[in-house]
């Protein structure tokens, strides 16, 4: 693998497992130094750093709560403080809170309402955070999802809602820092082999049906979406911003 990452420094939100593990990883073995993100894993986040480093890689992981607006600015200090400057950020930390459709009377609103604070206004204060201090010709890549587009099964609106918002959001600060050489994308999984997903199967109407709905009938590895975000953080795509792009195995075409 081409060490294309070389020199630059990368941060991960939600790094301590599942998807952002993996993107930890690849980027990691792409050159690239790397700081993760946790909530509550401290364990989960140390072994994430102990196997990049493992590697050959920097690495770091620092506690900061995406529920908690105001973590995101010493977030990006300790960055800054550690590695003496920022390249990439990959806004992934998320939840998925679903199975309720908006007419339910069992409807839980203050779970619902902190899915957007974390999944939209926790992922806008890195953002802005992040900025500022950004190496010119940076990358922000958002990991939105597939719902945020398609919506083919009842039960999800506010977690696409929030999904769908991130687009908007990347859009305008495409343009806001494009003089800058900074592009900002939106990755859209569909479903993923990760805890989040199963934490939710068990509320998706008919799995199977769902998954006889995509031409490739399957659903993503880690390893794909992870090199989906490796290729938007890297020199190719330089001159792509502004964009989504799905990874569903063509779901909702």
Request: proline residues 4%.
């Amino acid at each position: 693998m081409t060490k294309s990452l070389n020199g630059k420094v990368a941060v991960v939100t939600g790094g301590s497992r599942g998807l952002g593990a993996v993107i930890a990883e690849q980027l990691a073995e792409r050159g690239a130094a790397v700081a993760i993100t946790y909530a509550t894993s401290a364990d989960k986040a140390e072994a994430v750093v102990a196997k990049l480093k493992a590697k050959g890689a920097r690495a770091i992981a620092i506690k900061s709560d995406q529920s908690d607006l105001a973590s995101a600015k010493p977030l990006i200090d300790a960055v800054i403080a550690e590695f003496g400057q920022l390249d990439i950020l990959v806004n992934n930390a998320g939840i998925a809170i679903q199975g309720h459709k908006v007419d339910d009377p069992a409807l839980d609103g203050d779970a619902y309402n902190r899915q957007w604070q974390v999944n939209v206004l926790g992922a806008i204060a890195n953002t802005r955070a992040a900025a500022p201090k950004m190496n010119d010709g940076g990358r922000i890549i958002f990991i939105g999802s597939l719902l945020g587009a398609y919506v083919p099964f009842p039960g999800v609106a506010d977690y696409a809602g929030t999904k769908t918002a991130l687009v908007g959001y990347a859009r305008g600060i495409a343009r806001d820092l494009g003089p800058r050489n900074i592009t900002v994308n939106v990755i859209q999984p569909g479903i993923m082999p990760t805890d989040m997903a199963a934490d939710v199967a068990g509320e998706l109407p008919n799995r199977d049906a769902i998954l006889d709905m995509h031409p490739i009938r399957r659903i993503a590895t880690l390893e794909e979406v992870a090199d989906a975000v490796c290729f938007m953080a890297g020199p190719s795509a330089g001159y792509i911003t502004g964009e989504t792009l799905n990874m569903a195995g063509g779901l909702g075409i």
